[in-house]
């Protein structure tokens, strides 16, 4: 039996960490939706007070006392320091005023002075918005609001028989913010279940009821925090959202602590931490920049986003397996518009892969047996010049290729018109675009197989085909026997790595042909690049990536399955 | 003794065969620095006459110029800002090498040496992320990288983004190339009192050469050679890197292609240099790790 009482650290523990995290995210998000929709709050309240005031100064009458009066009336029902003025565009007049400088020489109605043009420029400018709605349509809003330090600058037309007369002007203080959640709330969310927690621990010292305990106090707190963290924030859906997912997020780690995981984890660390330090560094990179984009990448892939809708949160242009959907529905070759589907890509993806790798292995092969011959002259020099391609940048052998291939310029045709052919528009036909990606990748991908297989060759002991002839074996047979059977382990892997690098081979394809004629000769992966950066179509093109993903996934099982080419790691 | 002699294949076959290839190879090669070296931004080495004769056309298939100039060479310095895309293409490289091949060999020897929780998992993560589309990492690493971390237009970004991306396959062969050093030479000099830095540092590492020559080079050459995440981070000129610059020559709408043979000239002779300098490593560093297998 093990010792019951080591069960009760572990649960308050994980009941303080989960406390913890669930509490002190609420109350971050919490503040951050609380001040931003107070803001919208006070500014929707201003906008409402201006736009009731002019709506009472129209029925008055827009001039005179009974306006006058309907000022002073809405005055008093404002919060204390706001001020405002009614201007009439003709005549430049002040018709009221509630500013406490405006009275005995001051006092309206009066023309407006030199420095008071602004007034003046404002009811102009509502005028000029109000007539332009009128004739084009367009829906300018007819009330200015201007944030400034502690207060709003409003300003609303005034109309008298359908048409603006003036404006009135409001300057109107704004409301301090209401205090965040306080602190002290979310300290006794914390601390009281935690107390509680203590005298508990004594009825219950195993694990099944200590962590039940924990769970209970756990809701009993995070629910408390909530009641009282919603009612100050008036209840708004995002207050919901957010309390949700922190608790969740708590809940998680009070299970996980208390149930003896962060103990095993922990145990683990200390144990191996030697390894873990070697491992560490490329670890932490690899899920900052590869596997969380990854991740982030397969999210992107359920949503519609697109180049115009970058700043709208996910779950706004969430739209389900829709994305999918669009790419497998067509099953004819040819899109409805005449450009390729998904299925002609993909089937003439899986040729370009298997040709490539063909050419590839095959050259690579027969140079290498041709270098491995003993006794043959120059072999260094061969070697150097063969390995070339390799060591030369990609995407610039890509766009020398297509210059070769060039209609009127092009070294083929050139090539062609010697020999008393045709020059070609190799760009123009699917076949013969896909023989010019086709020649470059060959070109590019051979020296990889030489080297390889010259590495294997090279350590194939000479004795055994020493033994094979004087057993009489003929050179195939030997070829066969010994040559093929000590090359698998090195070629193998390489095919494999080869076919990934070649499925995906990006800048081939994009670079030498470009998907001409029409899109047919585009790869998954250009076709997917496509999408996303000359159609901004981010959500549709991470779809598309993630079905490549699944396709190479797949095929990487299979693959592994049969040659077994990662057991014993 | 005879029969033996009638099976060899005789080596003018093997010679032929050979010269073919090179051919082959070097044909492009030939035609870039030709057309770099013709002095002019023309795809084509002889401007053909409108009814071309058997000579006019075997003049324009070899890959001589008409006449030669450097005039392209210079051009690009003086003209063009290459020599600052240069420039930054160097410092990317160079620390991306240094970064990766560090993380590479540290997390490989982890996994060739400890057994421990999450080994399998890694080295199988490493594996299948070389299955991840670049298109599909492209959107995110912008964001991460550019919005995020506000590293867009700036080195550092590239360096971090090529150093882990090279990783996977890094690992993969130096943990085989690791596999294969006895571990009793290690063990030797814990006896002698030496920690685990000081094995690492003084034992393993001189021993891997070959194979983190070869980590090295592909690092490099993954950065030097990479121009679709720099196309994308790199919003201003001349923050460029080479292979975005040379990218701009014969993109779109411009055709310059003598700027951009002597550009790729430039460009290519580092990584070829470096490339056939260590290809002495080539086989062992490649296929020590799956040969075992």
Known sequence: MTRPASHWPRALAGLAAGLAIAVALSWAWLRAASAGGYEERARAEAVGAVTQLAKAVEQAGAEGDAARAALTAWQAGQPAGTVARLVIVSGARLEGSTDPRDVGER???RRLQRDEKWAYDQAQRLRGVVMENAEQGFARAEVEVERLEGRYALGAPVRKDGAVVGAVEVDRPAKPPPAPPGAPAALAAV?????????????????????????????????????????????SGEGVRA????????????????????????????????????????????????????????????????????SAPLTEIWVGLQNYVEILRTFAFRMPDGSPSFYWTLAFNVIWTVTNVAIGVSVGLVLALILNTRGLAFRPIYRVLLILPWAMPNYITALIWRGMFHRQFGVVNYARMLFGLE???????????????????????????????????????????????????????????????SLKPALVPAVILSVVWTFNMFNIIFLVTGGEPNGTTEILITQAYKYAFQQYRYGYAAAYSTVIFLILLAYGVFQNRVTRATEGI | MASRREERIPHWILHAVLVLMVLVTVYPLLWVISIALSGGQSLALASLPADPGKLDLLRAVVPWPERFSAANFTAVFRDQPFGRWMLNSVIVSAATTVLGVFLASTAAYAFSRFRFPGRRTGMMSFLVSQMFPGTLMLIPLYIIIVKWLGLGSTRIGLVLTYATTAIPFCVWMLKGYFDTIPRELEEAAIIEGAGPARVFWVVVVPL????????????????????????????????YTAPVGLRFFVGGFSQQWGYFAAGSIIVSIPVVVLFLYLQKYLVSGLTAGSVKG
């Open chain 2, 208 to 239: 891997a050469k070959p194979a983190i020559a070869i980590t090295a080079l592909f690092s490099f050459m993954t950065a030097w050679n990479e121009f679709i995440l720099a196309a994308t981070f790199m919003d201003k000129e001349d923050m």
């Open chain 1, 107 to 109: 006092a309206a109605p």
């Open chain 1, 191 to 235: 601390a009281l279940p935690l107390l509680a927690f203590l005298p508990l621990r004594r009825a219950a010292a195993r694990r099944g009821p200590a962590v039940a305990a924990a769970l209970a106090l756990y809701a009993a707190g995070v629910g408390g925090f909530a009641a009282w963290a919603l009612r100050l924030a008036g209840g």
């Open chain 1, 423 to 485: 020059p070609l528009s190799w760009f123009d036909q699917p076949f013969t675009s896909y023989l010019t990606a086709l020649a470059t990748n060959g070109w590019l991908s051979f020296p990889f197989m030489m080297v390889v297989s010259l590495g294997a060759l090279q350590s194939i002991p000479a004795d055994l085909y020493e033994a094979a002839r004087v057993d009489g074996a003929t050179r195939w047979q030997q070829f066969k026997a010994i040559t093929l059977p």
């Open chain 1, 243 to 310: 309390l949700a997912l922190s608790a969740a997020l708590g809940l998680a780690l009070l299970l996980f602590v208390a149930l003896g995981g962060a103990g095993r984890a922990g145990a683990a660390l200390r144990r191996h931490r030697v390894a873990y330090a070697y491992a560490v560094p490329a670890m932490i990179g690899m899920l900052v920049l590869v596997f969380f984009p990854f991740l982030y990448g397969v999210v992107l892939s359920f949503t519609g986003q697109t180049i115009y809708n970058t």
